[in-house]
């Protein structure tokens, strides 16, 4: 098991990204601590990882408020003894499939101040708990949009290439300390692909559309991004911090 042991809080674990790293990461050893604003899918994703015999506890935690952030991360630290590992995949508004000199400036604004901001929250405070130990790992998360020059996306490439940067802020303070920090960027992921109300196409289409532009001809998938989750957090990835992990198939390209 390549996190046994550890101690994981994961934001948004309601959502499939959160929901699929958990459960990947309880399946590695780790005894998961999981937040969301929306306490009942939390608490649904904790039962499944109990039932196969993982150990987690789930919390009503609303990833954009300071004092909610900063009370959660100290519990976990005060029962648990420390946090090994944090990740925050919560979702938020993204408005795209409209130029930008047709973008209302909120909706513009609103994917840049919300993403950028709880991945800060949520960072800092878990480092404050694992600064003293000189131990621990921060995943943020972006997508394939933080390195494309690619229309109609708003401000969610921007908040995404400005979350890469925080990682490489962070990591820059935090790493001497002894806490890494690596980003993952994933391209649209297959099993959450559905119906895209921001783009006027079949979704089969639009399926093909963001297959075709990536290097593999397909997209990532959930179990893809957990199990590169497993990984970074792991000590068999000691060596990197103030990185992106790409698994955007090649839509992006370092």
Known sequence: MLL????????????????????????????????????????????GIVASGGEAQAAAVDALDESQ????????????????????????????????LDLQRDDFVVPIATWTMTQFLTARAAARHMVPRRSGVILTLSASPARLAVALTGGFGVACAAVEGLTRTLA??????????????PHRIDETLGHNADFDMAPDAFRRLIEDMTLLKRLPTLDMVASTAVFLASDHAAAMSGTVANLSCGMSVD
Not at 72 to 78: E, I, K, L, Q, T
Not at 172 to 185: H, I, K
């Open 4 to 47: 046994k042991g550890k101690i994981a809080v994961v934001h948004g674990a309601g959502g499939a990204i959160g929901g699929a790293v958990a459960s990947a990461f309880a399946r590695e050893g780790a005894k998961l601590f999981l937040g969301g604003r929306n306490l009942a899918p939390v608490e649904a994703v904790a039962k």
């Open 69 to 100: 952030v900063n009370q959660h991360a100290a519990s976990v630290a005060g029962s648990a003894g420390r946090i090994d590992i944090v990740l925050n995949a919560i979702g938020f508004p993204v408005v795209q499939g409209v130029p930008l």
């Open 172 to 185: 820059a303070e935090l790493s001497p300390q002894g806490v890494r920090v690596v980003c993952m960027r």
